[in-house]
Antibody, heavy 119, light 106 residues
Framework: QVQLVQSGAEVKESGASVKVSCKAS????????IHWVRQAPGQGLEWMGV????????SYAQRFQGRITMTRETSTSTVYMELSSLRSEDTAIYYC????????????WGQGTLVTVSS | DIQMTQSPSSLSASVGDRVTITCRAS??????LGWYQQKPGKAPKRLIY???SLQSGVPSRFSGSGSGTEFTLTIGSLQPEDFATYYC?????????FGQGTKLEI
């Protein structure tokens, strides 16, 4: 079955960087865009950006520009999201999600990765 | 960027009630809107795409409508398993944007 499996929880100090992975299986990796969405404790969903696994092109939310990088590794069907200059407000669960065609909704989602930023 | 204004932010209802959640887009997005349900500790789950198309397996008491800037999610007769948080998501253009969420409580 189609699934996305993310890397484990991380604890980082303020100012550090974190890199979260999302490994896809059960479908042709290059056929669907992968998005990243985060959710701070008790808060709503926030779209962060998207990567096209075919060519690696990306689009990021403006608020993360300059400190976010999304990459992919086609040989392992894995997408990465790296966020730098971490601050306490970046403490959140980070999800990857596949955008389906033609419905264009997010399915499946990864299980989520908790990133905790300590000061 | 397209802003999505979702209302209400919370809603108290009873089993059997009919409820409606609204999302308003800051500019026209055709019908490029989806609805998601999230339960505590879980990833969101898809319900509706293209504003009104129900995902296979989603109960028919869920329905969506709207186009342009105004969208609604209606749950026809609330069941115990429907108490959750609901989000709209516009995918008309980047950056995609979620509504703020509606927490549906008993």
């Amino acid at each position: 079955q189609v699934q996305l499996v993310q890397s484990g929880a991380e604890v980082k100090e303020s100012g550090a960087s974190v890199k979260v992975s999302c490994k896809a299986s059960g479908y042709t990796f290059t056929r669907n865009y992968i998005h990243w969405v985060r959710q701070a404790p008790g808060q709503g969903l926030e779209w962060m950006g998207v990567v096209n696994p075919t060519g690696g092109s990306t689009s990021y939310a403006q608020r993360f520009q300059g400190r976010i990088t999304m990459t992919r590794e086609t040989s392992t069907s894995t997408v990465y999201m790296e966020l730098s200059s971490l601050r306490s407000e970046d403490t959140a669960i980070y999800y990857c999600a596949r955008e389906t065609e033609p419905e264009r909704w997010f399915d499946p989602w990864g299980q989520g990765t908790l990133v905790t930023v300590s000061s | 960027d397209i802003q999505m204004t979702q209302s209400p932010s919370s809603l108290s209802a009873s089993v059997g009630d009919r409820v409606t959640i609204t999302c308003r887009a800051s500019q026209g997005i055709r019908n490029d809107l989806g609805w998601y349900q999230q339960k505590p500790g879980k990833a969101p789950k898809r319900l509706i795409y293209a504003a009104s198309s129900l995902q296979s397996g989603v109960p028919s008491r869920f329905s969506g409508s709207g186009s342009g800037t105004e969208f609604t999610l209606t749950i026809g007769s609330l069941q115990p398993e429907d108490f959750a948080t609901y989000y709209c998501l516009q995918y008309s253009s980047y950056p995609y944007t979620f509504g703020q969420g509606t927490k549906l409580e008993i």
